[in-house]
């Protein structure tokens, strides 16, 4: 069976696809988003597919993309940050390694912004990050083979990090 060589999950800010770009040209491997995936398959940018289509038709794609990522693809993957929602991309993320980027609420607040073509912040950005960090943290948690802080981090250093573990 194919798989990535490692998953980064992670809130939005945290640096899911910066870290994975640096992780892929260190190892010299392919790099892939499951929210540029969606993007593509769909013709259309993430904000509108919420506006659009709904939440729940989004969380939909992003299930069939994350199955067909974890199957096909042999590189970084990063997830988009509310993919672990979802029993069935949890299940999904069983038998590969997976590292948590965790960020706390300021960091993260000012790598987000201020929510400019992101769905889920529309109204008090701070308070809706907030928000989804106390609700998916544990989560993030539960699926993580490692855990990497990213607060106070040059992307160059949690991708070292990431390296080193995976070593």
Do not use: C
Not at 13 to 38: C, F, M, N, Q
Not at 136 to 157: C, K, L
Request: net charge negative; aromatic share 2%; proline share 4%.
């Amino acid at each position: 069976m194919t798989k990535p060589r490692v998953v980064l999950v992670g809130p939005m800010g945290a640096g899911k696809t910066t870290v994975a770009s640096l992780l892929g040209e260190a190892w010299g491997v392919p790099v892939r988003d499951t929210d540029h995936d969606i993007e593509a398959t769909e013709g259309r940018t993430i904000s509108d597919i919420f506006v659009e289509s709904g939440e729940d038709h989004f969380r939909e794609l992003e299930v069939t993309a994350v199955a067909r990522a974890v199957t096909e693809h042999t590189g970084v993957l990063a997830l988009g940050g509310g993919a672990v929602m979802r029993a069935e991309t949890r299940e999904l993320l069983d038998d590969v390694p997976v590292v948590f980027l965790r960020v706390g609420l300021s960091d993260a607040v000012k790598r987000v912004d201020l929510g400019i073509g992101r769905p889920l912040l529309l109204g008090n950005v701070r308070a809706r990050i907030k928000a989804l960090l106390d609700e998916r943290t544990p989560v993030y948690e539960s699926v993580a083979t490692h855990v990497v802080d990213t607060d106070g981090r040059s992307p160059d250093e949690v991708a070292a990090e990431i390296q080193e573990l995976l070593r």
